[in-house]
């Protein structure tokens, strides 16, 4: 299931898999040191040697056991496939990360890591939830669209409490 993790950041797993197959070849070429090696440059800028570290802090962070993350997606429980999923969508700190209803089929200790993990997220979050305490821990602006028209409120901190003017 790492694996399913990692395909989060498609080219990371690109260069992995054509690196692993340029190391598996039994009649290694010159060609072929002079691609494994533009390949291990790429991999070591895009951070590739924590990548499984990473996938797996990942999954323990949503509640998926460490015993598990070898498992095959066929071998797991339906709200264990949906965290691995959402691993997967958070892996590889995309520009731009679309959530819609995250919180659906999580429990409780993943939905608070998910929020600590958004609040410290730092590129741009679009959420889509009915889930108001979610919302209300994550969002600094909140968009209603209702009819047509779109109303954007700012949500302020005070004291530990979200505001929306």
Partial sequence: MLDV????HERL????????EIYMKPDFSDEDGIRAAELEGEFAEMNGWNA??????LLSGLGID?????????????????????????FGEPDVLLL???TNGLD????SWLEDFLINFDNTV????????????????????DFGKIKVYVV???????LVS
């Fill in 108 to 111: 409780i200790p993943a939905i």
């Fill in 13 to 20: 797993y690109e260069v992995m898999k054509e690196k692993d």
């Fill in 126 to 145: 679009i959420v889509v939830s009915h889930d108001r305490h979610f919302l209300n821990n994550v969002c600094t602006h909140i968009a209603d669209l």
């Fill in 52 to 57: 499984e570290a990473d996938a797996a802090n």
């Fill in 66 to 90: 460490p015993t598990l993350h070898d498992k095959k997606m066929a071998e797991l429980e339906n709200n264990q496939k949906i965290k691995v999923l959402l691993a997967q969508s958070l």
């Fill in 100 to 102: 819609d209803e995250p």
């Fill in 156 to 162: 302020t901190m005070i004291f530990g409490i979200n």
């Fill in 5 to 8: 993790v990692i395909k989060g």
